[in-house]
């Protein structure tokens, strides 16, 4: 629930900064309905909830292969847009992450921070199998350790994380890329056309 609020939040603000410096809910509109392959987005996140939340997914290769086709899904998307500004952002950022999971095999985290920030749970998992969702163990053999989940957000954020570089990327350019739906489709970087 605190990720959905955060997710809702995120989105808000991105919009009303976009409001606020001259965008137009009725430019939001049109812009989001023509992006291309716009419902790949969607598709993406239910098969990612399905395969990190869904009760019963138990086997680490299972849920590998999802996390997988969650990046096939979303790839198209960005490329379709990726002309729309803050897209370069947040396909740099999908990039990193997507090379640190192939390398290890999931998401490298440290399991005693997540045990800091009270995420015991999946602190218990990465401590008795080595991984919990999509994350995995950071250990000494850990490929590329800094592109893993490192980052934690202050007390007061809801979800404090840990965060990715990549992590931080995706949202800032899906920031952008939302302020930027609201101004006047002529004054995006490419001018979108229906799918």
Request: aromatic share 10%.
């Amino acid at each position: 629930m605190k990720i959905l609020l955060s997710t809702l939040a995120f989105i808000s603000l991105a919009v009303l900064l976009g409001l606020l410096t001259g965008g137009r809910l009725s430019w939001l509109v049109r812009n989001t309905t023509a992006l291309r392959l716009a419902w790949l987005a969607p598709l993406a996140l239910i098969f990612q909830w399905v395969f990190f939340e869904l009760p019963g997914m138990d086997r680490h290769d299972l849920v590998f292969a999802g996390h997988l086709l969650t990046y096939a899904l979303i790839l198209p998307f960005i490329w379709a847009n990726r002309r729309m500004p803050g897209m370069p952002v947040l396909a740099a950022g999908l990039g990193l992450n997507l090379l640190v999971i192939l390398l290890n095999g999931g998401m490298p985290v440290d399991p005693g921070l997540l045990r800091a920030i009270g995420r015991v749970g999946v602190y218990q998992d990465l401590a008795s199998r080595g991984w919990s969702g999509n994350a995995v163990a950071l250990t000494d053999r850990t490929l590329l350790p800094f592109l893993g989940d490192w980052l934690v957000l202050p007390e007061p954020f809801p979800a404090r994380g840990p965060y990715s570089v990549g992590d931080l990327l995706i949202y800032a350019g899906g920031f952008w890329l939302l302020a930027g739906l609201t101004r006047r489709p002529a004054e995006t970087e490419a001018p979108l056309k229906p799918a």
